[in-house]
């Protein structure tokens, strides 16, 4: 399964949720959210981290690679 999102609905928490499906995700997101470089892809991708907000950091989550 592939799910297409838009840029109105980027964030952590939705990303988690749309992930825990098993679906393969593909999200447009705005030039205003920043997606550091951790890792670049022969292809000219890139590896980046959707990093855990503080709130679900005490619970235990951790960071979501993504690739941009």
């Known amino acids: ?4 999102a838009d840029r109105n609905f980027p964030g952590y ?3 988690q949720q749309a ?3 098993g ?3 593909v999200w447009r997101i705005g030039k205003n959210f920043s997606l ?3 890792e670049v892809l022969k292809d000219g991708s ?3 981290r959707l990093k ?3 709130q679900l950091h005490s619970q235990g989550s ?5 690739r941009v």
């Open 1 to 4: 399964m592939l799910v297409l």
């Open 13 to 15: 928490e939705l990303w």
């Open 19 to 21: 992930a825990a499906t």
């Open 23 to 25: 679906a393969e995700l």
């Open 36 to 38: 550091d470089v951790d």
């Open 46 to 48: 890139y590896l980046s």
């Open 52 to 54: 855990v907000p503080r």
């Open 62 to 66: 951790t960071d979501i690679t993504v």
